[in-house]
T-cell receptor, first 114, second 110 residues
Framework: DAGVIQSPRHEVTEMGQEVTLRCKPISGHDYLFWYRQTMMRGLELLIYFNNNVPIDDSGMPEDRFSAKMPNASFSTLKIQPSEPRDSAVYFC????????????FGSGTRLTVV | KQEVTQIPAALSVPEGENLVLNCSFTDSAIYNLQWFRQDPGKGLTSLLLIQSSQREQTSGRLNASLDKSSGRSTLYIAASQPGDSATYLCAGVNAGKSTFGDGTTLTVKP
């Protein structure tokens, strides 16, 4: 298995532009998570899905952020419009359907908004 | 609400030393406890997963223990090497999601 695949690896965009981050979870994993990591705030859970359904989006900072999971093998995190304070590393992780399975993280997308 | 604390925040040791990293959590009703390693600019790599019914897991020079009653987990690293230098994070998994600690940044000096 290729693991959790995220794209792009790096993204530099201007303030006000739309940004879309992509994630392909491990096949067979029922849970998908989006995290954001910064030096100031550490690792923050933004949203997670179970069987493609959003379960908890309380970590989504504001309405500029949205996430979708149209099928079991693909998810997107969109920021529109982007702001400099959104600059961070965004991680996607997936996990099997029982809590006995651990998390597998993608390599992350480093987002810089200038 | 689950809170996870890791102490110390940073640790520097000479090569060859055995060391212990600590992780404490407030909600003992966790499903499992997972330890990760993160190198600078990289993602999180899973090291060990301890199920709630287990007390410890071992992988090579790493040994992780779990005491749910006291809300504590430890990661023991034997015979540390410079290549062990990284940030180590623990996560307590409750219903659906995990709560991560802020990590311990380990530096092993040659």
């Amino acid at each position: 298995d290729a693991g959790v695949i995220q794209s792009p690896r790096h993204e530099v965009t201007e303030m006000g532009q739309e940004v879309t981050l992509r994630c392909k979870p491990i096949s067979g994993h029922d849970y998908l998570f989006w995290y954001r990591q910064t030096m100031m705030r550490g690792l923050e859970l933004l949203i997670y899905f179970n069987n493609n359904v959003p379960i908890d989006d309380s970590g989504m900072p504001e309405d500029r952020f949205s996430a979708k999971m149209p099928n079991a093998s693909f998810s997107t995190l969109k920021i529109q419009p982007s702001e400099p304070r959104d600059s961070a590393v965004y991680f996607c992780a997936s996990r099997g359907g029982t809590a006995n399975y651990g998390y597998t993280f993608g390599s992350g997308t480093r987002l810089t908004v200038v | 609400k689950q809170e996870v604390t890791q102490i110390p925040a940073a640790l520097s040791v000479p090569e060859g030393e055995n060391l212990v990293l600590n992780c404490s959590f407030t909600d003992s009703a966790i499903y499992n406890l997972q330890w990760f390693r993160q190198d600078p600019g990289k993602g999180l790599t899973s090291l060990l997963l301890i199920q709630s019914s287990q007390r410890e897991q071992t992988s090579g020079r790493l040994n992780a223990s779990l005491d749910k009653s006291s809300g504590r987990s430890t990661l023991y690293i034997a015979a540390s090497q410079p290549g062990d230098s990284a940030t180590y994070l623990c996560a307590g998994v409750n219903a659906g999601k995990s709560t991560f600690g802020d990590g311990t940044t380990l530096t092993v000096k040659p």
